[in-house]
């Protein structure tokens, strides 16, 4: 499945953006979906994944309550509100698809977006 990101740019901090994933693939929402963020030189860092039917979600403490994960399976599409957005989320973020009921661990995913540039200025 061919997943594109969308909705990342510059904001200042303490603002807010929506990503968004999507798919052209009908067998999409059969699919829990995960974002990721990954910085030059570290390693990719899991934010949040979402069930297939939305249910199940699970976040990183670190963007609890300020970031929220939906889905729109008749869409194809998952978002990812982002807010009080600060200096440090500034990256490029990944949406990834994977058979399991999702995961933190980014290997268990099975396809990548090609990312979205999330800058934000202090």
């Known amino acids: 499945v061919q997943l594109i990101e969308s909705g990342g740019g510059l904001v200042q901090a303490g603002g807010s953006l929506r990503l968004s994933c999507a798919a052209s693939?009908?067998?999409?929402?059969?699919?829990?979906i995960g974002w990721f963020r990954q910085a030059p030189g570290k390693e990719r860092e899991f934010v949040v994944f979402?069930?297939?039917?939305?249910?199940?979600?699970n976040y990183a403490d670190s963007v609890k309550d300020r970031f929220t994960i939906s889905r729109d399976n008749a869409k194809n599409t998952v978002h990812l509100q982002m807010n009080r957005l600060n200096p440090e989320n500034t990256t490029v973020y990944y949406c990834?698809?994977?058979?399991?009921?999702?995961?933190?661990?980014?290997?268990?995913?099975?396809?990548w977006g090609e990312g979205t540039q999330v800058a934000v200025s202090s």
């Open positions: 990834a698809a994977t058979y399991s009921r999702g995961s933190v661990n980014p290997g268990e995913y099975n396809y």
């Open positions: 693939d009908p067998t999409f929402s059969s699919y829990s």
């Open positions: 979402i069930g297939w039917r939305g249910i199940i979600t």
